[in-house]
């Protein structure tokens, strides 16, 4: 039927962010810092000076490419933090273009994410290639991507 809606791929229309008082963040929560997804690695809060307020002083790190950023921002202001889910998968298979088949515990597949470069790539094709080894993955999914963050073994 023409102008039919196509529902196949619905999510429940959460925001991918959400504000948040920079005060009340802490220490390994998530924050958005220019833009990008970020774990706080430090916070210091400066006092309040003649004009204005206490301002917040963020560093954090990209949780997919580890790239630090910083930002200082009035304490009584928002900022987004974005919404992070990890999930578990089992690793089916690895194709000769990088991708890699995944379960999750429903019995699910998904071929749409590619093994990570550098040094956990590695660790996950010579794990995978091991006889009698399950390998889990762990995705890490916020603000529309998703990335492979580590591998480790079920048995």
């Known amino acids: 039927m023409e102008g039919e809606e196509d529902y196949t791929t619905a999510n429940a229309g959460a925001s991918a962010t959400y504000p948040v008082q920079c005060s009340s963040l802490r220490k390994n929560g998530f924050v958005m810092l220019k833009s990008r997804p970020c774990k706080i690695m430090e916070m210091s809060t400066s006092k309040t000076g003649k004009h204005g307020h206490a301002k917040v002083h963020l560093v954090g790190l990209d949780i997919f490419t580890n790239k ?5 921002c009035p304490s009584t202001h928002n900022i987004d933090v974005p919404n992070v889910n990890r999930c578990d998968f089992q690793l089916i298979d690895i194709s000769d273009d990088g991708f890699v088949t995944l379960m999750n515990d ?50």
């Open 106 to 155: 429903k019995g699910e597949t998904r071929d749409d994410l590619r093994i990570p470069e550098g040094e956990l790539g590695q660790k996950i094709k010579e794990e995978f290639g091991k006889e009698d080894i399950t390998v889990i993955v762990t995705v890490l999914s916020a603000v529309g991507e998703e990335a492979i963050v580590a591998c480790k073994n079920a048995s």
């Open 68 to 72: 630090k950023y910083e930002d200082l």
